[in-house]
């Protein structure tokens, strides 16, 4: 059964609430790329690996890749089987991380998710500054300031 909206009970909710995903609904995953040992190769990644990610959401809706972070554990290695290696070190944005879901039966099947993306960019000053750095710096300001 393909799901796209499911629901967990949620662990911090004492009263039983639930954490709703929608994992039709995309996110872009920052990530940092960084030169890796020469004999390291997955994913057509060779020589370098994903070293963090970070994800940058807009919305209240917590889709497939903030799943994968909190519940599947591996986002890097989601992150390194669906964009393509940039073959140089630093920081950069997968677009629209979207996912199918797929319930297992619970005894003979397990649950199942098929990952999809978008493009694969490098990330800009301002996107590094106030996601990577943690930053509500607003880098235009000064330029700004200057403009009579």
Known sequence: M?????????DRDEEGGHE???????????????????????????????????IVSDADVVGAASYENSYGGFLDYTVESLADCPRREGI??????????R??????????M????GITRPATIEEIVSDWCGSAFDFWASERENVA
């Open 2 to 10: 393909d799901c796209n909206l499911f629901q967990i009970a949620d």
């Open 114 to 117: 098929d990952f999809d993306a």
């Open 20 to 54: 709703v995903f929608d994992f039709s609904h995309p996110e872009d995953v920052m990530f940092e790329v960084v030169e890796y040992d020469p004999l390291w190769k997955k994913f057509g990644w060779k020589n370098f690996k994903v070293d963090g990610t970070l």
């Open 92 to 101: 950069f944005v997968l677009e629209d991380v979207t996912a199918i879901y």
């Open 103 to 112: 319930r297992g039966d619970g005894w003979t099947t397990d649950d199942d």
